[in-house]
């Protein structure tokens, strides 16, 4: 069993996220900066799908495709950063317009199904995302939201342009809807459902995560980071919000 990723459909364009789909195996040439180095990360894994085939078989093969893991253990904060901004409260920017999709899954559903798949000698590539229906961003964040009790106001700022202008390229799970990207949170599970993928409901992925975000495994330092670090889209939140309010005429 191979863990590889959705991003061997980079670029995302198209409307076919299917298993199926052809998945680029060579950077182009012209690729540059963060560009080239999406597509390393996404060669990297369709190469790495063909290897095992390779050296073990297509009948002895499993390839697994997952969306933005999320859940206790995180190493990134991406997820947890929806926590942290939620429980903050205040203005909090939802980007993008309010019919986009966003896509992730639980460490513990992705884990225990790949365990499934072993132990039924299962063989072949699946896409592993999540939820198992469409979730908007603004599902996504009134979900998170029911764990908590805080005051919030939702701003909703649907300008592609002005989004661009302002650097917000993505604060996963949602990405923005550049041609390269449109597709980041598209791709199909209907195989990895078929096969027995299942999914916990956001309420609990967020408990689970609150639970370990709190523990002592977690520092205070990166706590604190997640809120106001050099890197943390909280330090400009307001800002751009200020921005947004004079565009908007608001």
């Not at 592609?160 to 041609?179: A, C, H, R, S």
Request: net charge negative.
């Amino acid at each position: 069993m191979y863990t590889s990723s959705i991003s061997v459909y980079y670029p995302y364009t198209g409307d076919d996220f299917s298993e199926d789909r052809p998945v680029v195996t060579e950077i182009p040439a012209e690729a540059a900066g963060d560009e080239r180095y999406t597509y390393e990360y996404g060669v990297m894994k369709a190469t790495s799908e063909i290897a095992a085939i390779d050296a073990f078989g297509a009948d002895r093969v499993m390839n697994v495709r997952p969306a933005l893991i999320v859940g206790p253990g995180d190493r990134t904060d991406r997820f947890p950063y929806w926590l942290a901004r939620i429980e903050k409260g205040g203005d909090i920017i939802i980007p993008g317009r309010r019919d986009e999709v966003v896509q992730y899954i639980d460490v513990r559903d992705l884990a225990q199904w790949m365990l499934r798949l072993l132990e039924n000698k299962a063989a072949g590539t699946y896409n592993a995302s999540g939820p198992g229906f469409p979730m908007t961003t603004n599902a996504f964040v009134h979900g998170i939201h029911a764990s908590y009790n805080s005051a919030v106001n939702y701003v909703q700022i649907d300008d592609l342009d002005f989004l661009k202008n302002n650097d917000i390229i993505g604060i996963q799970p949602w990405v923005i809807q550049l041609p390269e990207y449109a597709g980041m949170s598209m791709s199909d599970n209907r195989k990895a459902i078929a096969a027995g993928l299942t999914f916990s409901p956001l309420s609990e992925t967020v408990m689970a995560t609150k639970e370990w975000w709190y523990s002592d495994v977690v520092t205070p330092e990166r706590r604190q980071n997640i809120l106001s670090g050099e890197r943390s889209f909280m330090r400009r939140e307001q800002e751009i919000l200020e921005k947004w309010k004079a565009v908007a005429g608001r």
